[in-house]
């Protein structure tokens, strides 16, 4: 990567004009040539200081960023290669402690080859006080967001870096804890990129240099602006008709008969629906099918869609104190223009932290607020699964568009996967911060259900809800899953719904096929759409273990009670007034 900024450049990049303030650091005597007195270590700090302009290899102070007031940690790798010595350790601990003391977020601008040599163990013993103050900052419910710059090597990736709650990376950086002067000879040096930790999902997103401070603030505004109590429930944004065409692999669609208007009476419920953008393409995994959109409501399903507006104007705070209960009232649907952080869709590949799109005018209505016209629920147990399978469905996508007025993107599962089918990430709605899990219709690897469970318990330790969003027809079941520990990473999310710090809402949105959707699922505040089910294990693998032939599939169905009316009396799901 060419073109490295100096620490205080870095800081004017991101910072507001003037806002920067250093903060003051302990002063410390130290032996000469440092505590193992090597020989020159003095002259080499004194050539650095010279050639930087700096005392040592970071600068601390506070600033504004994008209006959000933070403590920053830029590191100068022109001061001995970044590297971390007893001195560094005294200005982090200090930055740390005042971040602290003034309940702000902290941001590390990291540049470092590691550990200072001239120092051995001493040096190397700074890691643990660094991760001691980022622990403790950690435990206050403050947001640590770091960003990667070029190097960014050894105990500073280890420790500032990859500890951090988002991590935020410079295109081209080399990062990696192997520094490039002691990698096997062999290694493959993309490895160690910025890209390759994003898509190892270890990193959160790139981000252009020219995008940075936008990015860096949209995420100090979020995590430090939470919306106050209980998510609203999103709303209903359409429904579709049974499919008149097979399901590729499934038993032919069932004949539906000629419904009366008592039926038709009986079904009729008060969901109400907003028009908004066309759908996105089905998953690749699913058939497409022939479904016409129609409007909708539910049977004794929730105003899943009288969501509120607020007296309050947005107060931004970073404590995490447990926040006041929200009220809700009927709203217009935010726009459909959103901002996203994009995880990559394969190794090396990566995108901007931050873009922005906005709806077609040739390809979208515009949104309506109130009670639309009511439709029918599914009369079958099998009409309610066509109607989830249908690929005119609205999916997790188009749901998170009407929602937010803007979002980022939280990826990856800091154990080596990612999962392009779970969206998690934090959204803004009337200027407050609601986290978001969303299943996107597709069979969830277990690093989709490991990022749930690390957004989870971020937006809990933040004091900001979280929006979880079902629709998956199940966990994925292959060999590799089980390899990656599918059961364990799907303990791992219902251990982190049912520990949540803060409240969670859900809405069924289409498919909620066994335990791989039960997992994302809030228990006691849970709400579905008329076009969706939920079931012990999809029909066709319910009939089959219960050693049926495949056209009993559809009265198999039948019998699980999977309908939405069903889920009702049976509890599973809320109803009446969100």
């Not at 505590?35 to 080499?44: E, I, M, V």
Request: some cysteine; charged content about 20%.
């Amino acid at each position: 990567m060419s073109d490295r900024l100096s620490a205080r450049e870095t800081l004017t990049l991101v910072t507001d004009d003037t806002t920067f303030a250093e903060l003051p650091y302990p002063a410390r005597e130290s032996k000469p040539d440092g505590p193992l007195a090597w020989q020159g270590y003095d002259a080499s700090r004194a050539r650095a200081a010279d050639r930087t302009g700096e005392s040592e290899s970071v600068v601390c102070g506070t600033a504004t960023v994008e209006g959000t007031r933070a403590v920053l940690i830029a590191f100068e790798f022109g001061f001995l290669g970044g590297s971390l010595g007893e001195r560094t350790g005294d200005r982090l601990e200090a930055a740390y402690t005042y971040a602290r003391e003034h309940r702000l977020p902290v941001v590390p601008l990291i540049a470092t080859g590691g550990s200072r040599m001239q120092e051995g163990m001493v040096a190397l013993t700074q890691l643990q006080r660094v991760a001691r103050q980022s622990a403790l900052t950690r435990e206050a419910g403050l947001p640590q967001i770091a960003v990667l710059r070029d190097p960014t090597t050894g105990g500073g990736w280890a420790t500032l870096g990859a500890g951090a709650d988002v991590i935020l990376a410079l295109p081209g950086a080399q990062v990696g804890f192997a520094g490039s002067r002691v990698r096997p000879p062999d290694a493959d040096p993309t490895a160690y990129t910025a890209e390759a930790q994003v898509a190892a999902g270890a990193a959160d997103a790139i981000v252009e240099p020219n995008r940075l401070k936008e990015t860096l603030g949209r995420w100090l505004r979020l995590l430090t602006t939470p919306w106050p109590g209980q998510a609203p429930v999103p709303t209903a944004l359409g429904a579709t008709d049974p499919p008149t065409t097979e399901r590729e692999g499934a038993p032919p669609a069932l004949d539906m008969p000629d419904r009366s208007a008592a039926t038709r009476e009986a079904t009729r419920g008060g969901l109400s629906a907003r028009g908004t953008a066309a759908d996105p393409p089905p998953p690749a995994d699913r058939a497409t099918q022939d479904a016409g959109p129609t409007h909708h409501s539910a049977a004794d399903l929730p105003e899943a869609a009288q969501e509120t507006t607020r007296d309050a104007p947005p107060a931004r705070h970073t404590t995490a104190d447990p926040p006041e209960a929200a009220q809700e009232t009927a709203q217009d649907a935010p726009s459909t223009r959103h901002t996203t952080a994009d995880p990559p869709e394969a190794a090396g590949e990566a995108r901007s932290a931050a873009h922005t799109t906005a709806a077609s005018p040739a390809s979208a209505h515009p949104a309506q607020s109130g009670r639309l016209a009511p439709a029918d629920l599914p009369v079958t147990g099998w009409e309610a699964v066509q109607r989830a399978r249908a690929g005119q469905r609205p999916r997790a996508e188009r749901y998170l568009d009407a929602y937010f007025s803007h979002r980022v993107t939280v990826s990856g599962d800091r154990c080596g996967g990612t999962d392009a089918g779970m969206l998690c990430g934090f959204g803004e709605r009337e200027g407050r911060a609601i986290a978001y899990a969303a299943q996107g219709g597709t069979a969830t690897r277990p690093a989709g259900y490991r990022t749930a469970a690390r957004l989870i318990r971020l937006a809990g330790r933040l004091g900001i809800p979280v929006l979880t969003l079902v629709d998956t027809p199940g966990a994925a079941n292959d060999a590799e899953a089980e390899r990656q520990g599918a059961g364990a990473a799907i303990a791992d999310l219902f251990g982190a719904v049912a520990s949540a710090r803060t409240p969670l809402t859900t809405l069924l949105i289409g498919e909620g096929g066994s335990g791989g959707a039960l997992a994302l699922a809030a228990p006691g505040n849970t709400w579905a759409t008329p076009d969706s089910y939920f079931s012990v294990i999809a029909p066709e693998a319910a009939a089959a273990i219960l050693k049926r032939p495949p056209e009993e599939t559809e009265p198999t169905a039948d019998q699980l009670r999977i309908r939405p009316q069903d889920l009702a009396e049976l509890g599973v799901i809320r109803t009446g007034s969100a």
